[in-house]
């Protein structure tokens, strides 16, 4: 949904449990390696009941702005779930800073069956929504009813957000009737980029503002239980969710709209370069990631990490004398000392030069 993004993604997924102290969600001492810990963040909010899409309708209703976030893995997941995020996302925006494609319609509905399973996973509290995507929809009623049955069934989601306009009215009646919740996205349609002629910003004339708008009320009619609003003037996205019965969540839409979502990479600072104008950082995780691996690679060379004393662990002297014994009387030697009594190491010389002429 960063739909403005310039310049190369950078292996985001890879590096997701990075940083996140940055964030002071990080507390504790665990091995990540070892096994997954469900308290791996600071749960600093006070308990809170399960959302759903009653509770989405309740906040619209009384004016509460409804916050929804993506996220792509577990950890992600689970910061969400610990402050307070009302909705999670498996966006199909992690084709492009996830999985490095350029584009969200190279991405799969098995590769977004994976993903969302893991959001899954560290998602309690939030209503956990996933994107169908590209493709997964747009061959027949019944190829559409199939894939969303998946993504709850095997992905675990709790609704799915569909691109498109009029021409998805009978997809949104079909999903609806058969008990699958359904956020229509409308606007700026990212799958859509290339018929589009790009990331372009819709609804800027009265003519495209009021086939939005009609789109909306012909989906809304169609069971759509909510709307994503992307890139459209401010003023649409507030007289949209005016006239409209049903939450909208903006993203590039204004103020306006019963709530906000962002791309998490874009909002956390993931990486640098120039952001799309309705994106606010609020974080420089990017940067702190950086730095971190440097530190480490630092740490590393210098020879100052792992640290024997604080980051290691010790054997009782008796048992390593022990060891030491027990290795004399098997007779056994290392690798350059077998070399050493062979005389292999006699050869070395030769074997250097020959591989210098080769070179």
Request: glycine share 10%.
């Amino acid at each position: 949904m960063s739909v403005f993004r310039i310049g190369t993604a950078h292996d985001l997924c890879r590096r997701a449990a990075l940083g996140r102290w940055a964030l002071g969600l990080g507390q504790g001492r665990r091995a990540m390696s070892v096994r997954p810990a469900a308290n791996a963040f600071d749960h600093t909010q006070p308990p809170r009941k399960k959302v759903t899409i009653r509770h989405l309708q309740q906040l619209h209703a009384a004016g509460t702005p409804i916050s929804m976030l993506t996220a792509y893995d577990y950890p992600t997941a689970l910061a969400l779930d610990a402050q307070g995020v009302d909705v999670t996302l498996v966006g199909d925006s992690l084709a492009q800073v996830c999985l490095g494609y350029s584009s969200t319609t190279q991405l799969t509905l098995d590769e977004m069956l994976h993903h969302c399973r893991a959001v899954a996973r560290g998602t309690t509290h939030p209503l956990l929504m996933v994107d169908m995507p590209f493709g997964s929809y747009h061959t027949g009623l019944d190829d559409a009813a199939r894939a969303a049955v998946r993504l709850m069934q095997e992905g675990r989601a709790e609704a799915v957000k569909i691109e498109g306009g009029a021409e998805i009215v009978p997809i949104v009646e079909r999903l609806t009737q058969i008990g699958v919740p359904v956020m229509a996205h409308i606007g700026l349609m990212p799958q859509r980029h290339v018929a589009l002629s790009g990331y372009r910003v819709q609804g800027q004339t009265g003519q495209s503002a009021l086939n939005l708008y009609r789109d909306a009320l012909r989906l809304q009619e169609a069971g759509a239980f909510s709307f994503l609003i992307e890139a459209v003037p401010a003023k649409l996205g507030e007289f949209l969710t005016e006239k409209l019965r049903v939450p909208t969540v903006g993203i590039g839409a204004g103020r306006g709209t019963s709530g906000q979502v962002l791309v998490w990479d874009d909002a956390m600072g993931r990486w640098s370069g120039k952001k799309a104008k309705f994106v606010r950082r609020f974080a420089e995780v990017g940067r702190e990631e950086a730095r971190g691996v440097r530190a480490y690679v630092a740490a590393v060379r210098g020879g100052s990490f792992p640290d024997n004393e604080t980051e290691g662990y010790g054997i009782q002297p008796t048992e390593w004398a022990h060891f030491l014994d027990l290795v004399q009387e098997k007779g056994w030697k290392s690798a350059s000392e077998r070399a050493m009594d062979s005389g292999e190491l006699d050869d070395l010389p030769d074997v250097v030069e020959a591989a210098k002429a080769t070179a």
